[in-house]
């Protein structure tokens, strides 16, 4: 080992201070290490970068090119793709538009309209100048019946003893006068909510529960001024006195799940009333009813825009009927969505249509129809001057991109892939060849240095005091024997790190030897004592030496064990800080022999603690660092008990000093000589 021969050869005096073969030894490793380096990125940049650079960048070119070649096939493949559409939904919007318009002529005898069967129809609207007059608003062949004279005296008579003379009863018996004259369903379904009304107030809660529950049969055109079914008066008077609740619950349920098309006033009263679970439904038709709302009011806007877009195709002969879209871009949270509306000329018996359909009821699987937002750039994928303002946006990635041009980019990400792949793989292995040189070099110039600092002092003490006594500078016997003491000592401490150096080197051969023999470990551990009696008194130290009476002996290397408790207490020593108290106990536990040093100084960091045994570890704290060490001591310790059978063990908090514990079992069956 370089090391061990510096120590050597080299004279004490020039190693310990300006050390000019570690010195020449450290520049030659470290020029030859920079040397390594630069040699090795080099042949990395010529055997790896280079050719790496050139496949990328041949890589990026070709898939550049294909891009192109993609992007043009792909504007082919969306123009055809597009043109098939438009002519998909201009046909199938036309079947749509002559279907209702031969339903609507065969209901022209004068009976009231029902919605349409076809899911995607939103509404067909009469036109009246530009006004839209909605199929649920009344008969649209029949001209509105006048009020009956006797009905309207009955309905005045009982309103009249109702709120004027509080004759509840009297009322009832004039409000069913009026039922009995009433002329129209309309008329019945008013009598009948006013004669409930009466009965209530007279105490007949019973009588008027029967006639609610009949009002609930009502046709569905019956409405009040407000437009509001008088069906649904019955239903919150049910729900608000409690009887037949449940029954009224029932029919606002039925009403919302039904196909039935139900006013605005209707449907903002359905939510308002108490206990009836309509959930996301009814907030559908609200919203539904909502833009049915907005589209009266916008319907000047859209039929201008309809009749602008129609008159370049009324020029070309086009018999294609035009549908502009009406709602959001994209479907908001509120519900509200994307309509095409349409005008429908006069065809007697019918008068002028409007008609809505829902985008996504006649869209084909995979495609949705869009507007252009106010203020954003125009889109592509426009459908022509019949579909003004209406785009395509396909629901896949790239539902127009082609089979082949998918396959020849993947391929092409693959291999730029697998081409910066072994690049950034032989980058890992130069940094980690370059890191793990690096670390040798520092872990060998902190053992360097460490070493020299240990050797230091022991050799200026031996060469002080021995100056000293061949000077014959001491005052009497006593000093001279102390003198004596001190330079046995400290040749013993430097022979223990010499072993320690000595010992870790054949451990790193595999050529270590330990010879096992019955020892008693109590003599052995009281050996260890003596040795550093002279040392911790210098220092000041309080040891506690405890033994266990009767434990058993145990086959081990004596001196081995030795020199791990010497080990152990060493480094109690050094990293007690102001505390000079120490204990060591030995004992026998669940059939252990247990050698303990307990210190009470600075103690480790739960992550420092499972590092501590690896060789030259030594704990980055700013104490450790002005401790003179070669991070051997725990290792060798480490080592010894795992030769012997056993283990060791640190318990230890920051500031509340450490505990190693050793662990040798006392019965195991171990050979003579144990080589590690």
């Known amino acids: 080992m370089i090391v061990g021969q510096g120590l050597i050869v080299g004279q004490p005096d020039n190693f310990m201070t300006t ?8 520049s030659a490793v470290a020029a ?18 280079v050719p790496a650079t050139v496949l990328v960048g041949l890589s990026v070119r070709m898939m550049y090119q294909d891009r192109e070649l993609a992007a043009r096939r792909e504007a082919d493949q969306r123009r055809t793709a597009v043109d098939q559409l438009r002519r998909e939904l201009d046909a199938h919007l036309e079947t749509v538009k002559l279907q209702e318009i031969n339903r609507l002529i065969r209901s022209a005898n004068g009976s009231r309209e029902q919605d349409s069967d076809n899911p995607a129809v939103i509404f067909t609207a009469r036109l009246e100048g530009d006004r839209l007059v909605f199929p649920w608003e009344g008969r649209w062949h029949e001209p509105a019946v006048a009020e009956s004279a006797a ?43 006013l004669l409930a009304r009466a009965l209530s107030k ?42 037949n609740g449940a029954v009224a619950a029932a029919f606002l349920r039925q009403e919302v799940d039904g196909k039935g098309r139900l006013t605005l006033p209707e449907l903002y009263m359905i939510r308002s009333l108490p206990g009836v679970p309509t959930g996301r439904k009814i907030s559908g038709r609200i919203a539904e009813m909502e833009q049915v709302a907005a589209l009266a009011r916008d319907f000047p806007r859209v039929r201008a825009r309809i009749e602008s877009s129609a008159a370049p195709l009324a020029g070309i002969g086009a018999a294609e009927s035009v549908w502009v879209p009406y709602g959001p871009p994209s479907s908001p949270p509120s519900g509200e969505a994307l309509w095409l509306v349409t005008v429908a000329s006069s065809q007697p018996p019918l008068p002028e249509l409007v008609m809505a359909v829902s985008s996504t009821g006649i869209s084909p699987p995979g495609v949705k129809l869009r507007t252009r937002a106010a203020g954003a750039p125009p889109l592509e994928n426009a459908l022509g001057e019949a579909f003004p303002g209406l785009y395509v946006e396909s629901s896949g990635k790239r539902a127009l991109e082609s089979v082949h041009e998918g396959l020849l980019f993947g391929i092409g990400m693959a291999a730029l892939a697998l081409v910066l792949g072994i690049a950034v793989f032989g980058g890992y292995l130069l940094l980690r060849d370059v890191n793990r040189d690096v670390h040798i070099a520092e872990v060998r110039s902190q053992f360097v240095a460490s070493v020299s ?36 000592n400290e040749s013993e401490r430097l022979a223990r790190l010499v072993d320690n150096v000595l010992d870790f080197s054949k451990i790193e051969q595999g050529k270590k030897i330990y010879r096992l023999r019955p020892t008693r470990l109590e003599d052995v551990a009281s050996s260890a004592v003596r040795a550093l009696r002279f040392p911790l008194s210098q220092q000041g130290f309080h040891l506690h030496f405890e033994v266990e009476e009767e434990i058993p002996q145990l086959q081990a290397d004596a001196d081995a064990i030795q020199q791990a408790i010497l080990n152990l207490l060493t480094n109690a020593m050094k990293y007690s800080g102001d505390s000079r108290e120490i204990d060591l106990r030995v004992a026998a536990r669940n059939g252990d022999a247990v050698i303990e040093v307990v210190d009470h100084g600075f103690g480790l960091a739960p992550d420092e603690q499972k590092r501590v045994f690896e060789k030259f570890y030594r704990a980055p704290s700013h104490e450790s660092r002005l401790i003179a060490g070669t991070g051997l001591g725990l290792t060798l310790v480490a080592h010894i008990a795992t030769a012997h059978g056993g283990r060791v063990e640190v318990e230890s908090a920051p500031g509340a000093g450490s505990t190693f514990c050793m662990f040798l079992p006392i019965g195991a069956k171990l050979s003579i000589e144990a080589k590690r």
């Open 151 to 193: 009905f309207a005296r009955y309905r005045e008579q009982g309103e009249s003893l109702e709120f004027k003379t509080k004759d509840e009863a009297g009322a009832a018996a004039a409000y069913r006068l009026a039922l009995a004259s009433a002329a129209s369903p309309l008329e019945g379904a008013e009598a009948r909510l």
């Open 19 to 26: 050390s000019p073969l570690r010195g020449r030894t450290m």
């Open 453 to 488: 600092h240990e050797l230091k002092t022991p050799l200026t003490a031996i060469r002080m005091f021995a100056e000293t006594l061949a000077m014959g500078r001491f005052r009497d016997e006593r000093m001279k024997s102390e003198y004596l003491e001190t330079i046995v």
């Open 32 to 49: 030859m290490g920079v040397t390594r380096h630069k040699r090795q990125i080099f042949l990395f940049v010529i055997a790896i970068l």
């Open 202 to 243: 007279a105490g007949k809660l019973a009588e008027a529960s029967g006639v609610y529950q009949t009002l609930l049969k009502a046709p569905p055109d019956a409405r009040d001024e407000h437009d509001v079914g008088f069906r649904f008066y019955a239903a919150d008077r049910l729900l608000a006195n409690g009887r």
